[in-house]
T-cell receptor
Framework: GAGVSQSPRYKVAKRGQDVALRCDPI?????LFWYQQALGQGPEFLTY????????KSGLPSDRFFAERPEGSVSTLKIQRTQQEDSAVYLC?????????????FGEGSWLTVV | QKEVEQNSGPLSVPEGAIASLNCTYS??????FFWYRQYSGKSPELIMF????GDKEDGRFTAQLNKASQYVSLLIRDSQPSDSATYLC???????????FGSGTQLTVLP
């Protein structure tokens, strides 16, 4: 597609429910990032993939968070046993080079509300 | 102390004025510096990036970097109501590939 596509755009989950958020990066982009953005805050880094390899997962807040990119394209961020503090926008970004910044493109985000 | 600090605002300027947005960072090893614009409910959009000390101009936008003071700023000349948004400062450091963002400054340009 033309841009980074994320789904669902909006998700309401009951506390304790598992959710899966999907990211379809720009075709051919090697690097893929997940960020979490709470209301009124800047995006916080969660994890980074280069192709199918998860090279950095230092930002994942707990072992309830899990991300995968098995074939080096589409990525899924899974949150198990959701808690209210997980309510945020989850942004996916992709890049066609190994470095970040001036080649990174963000998706519109998945808005998660945990009730 | 957060790694990237910004005044949260809100900052209000009249149409046609210069808007000045500031950012400081704590890691002296930071190498690349970015300004993103984020409209409410939308994703961040890159406006400017700067790697070297000094000024970099692109249209109405000027990014200024002072590595000695660990300070980066964004000037918006001839501000327009359409510039009203949250401006996010971001940096990359060392071998890390991810961006580290500040919390953003909300700018309102009054017609």
């Amino acid at each position: 597609g033309a841009g980074v596509s994320q789904s669902p755009r909006y998700k309401v989950a009951k506390r304790g429910q598992d959710v899966a958020l999907r990211c379809d990066p720009i075709s051919g982009h090697v690097s893929l990032f997940w960020y979490q953005q709470a209301l009124g805050q800047g995006p916080e880094f969660l994890t980074y993939f280069q192709n199918e390899a998860q090279l950095d997962k230092s930002g994942l807040p707990s072992d309830r968070f899990f991300a995968e990119r098995p074939e080096g394209s589409v990525s899924t961020l899974k949150i198990q046993r959701t808690q209210q503090e997980d309510s945020a926008v989850y942004l996916c970004a992709s890049s066609n080079r190994d470095n970040s910044g001036n080649t990174i493109y963000f998706g519109e985000g998945s808005w998660l509300t945990v009730v | 102390q957060k790694e990237v600090e910004q005044n949260s605002g809100p900052l209000s300027v009249p149409e046609g004025a210069i808007a000045s947005l500031n950012c400081t960072y704590s890691d002296r090893g930071s190498q690349s510096f970015f300004w993103y614009r984020q409209y409410s409910g939308k994703s961040p959009e890159l406006i400017m990036f700067i790697y070297s000390n000094g000024d970099k101009e692109d249209g109405r936008f000027t990014a200024q970097l002072n590595k000695a003071s660990q300070y980066v700023s964004l000037l918006i000349r001839d501000s327009q109501p359409s510039d009203s948004a949250t401006y996010l400062c971001a940096v990359t450091s060392g071998s890390a590939r991810q961006l580290t963002f500040g919390s953003g400054t909300q700018l309102t340009v009054l017609p």
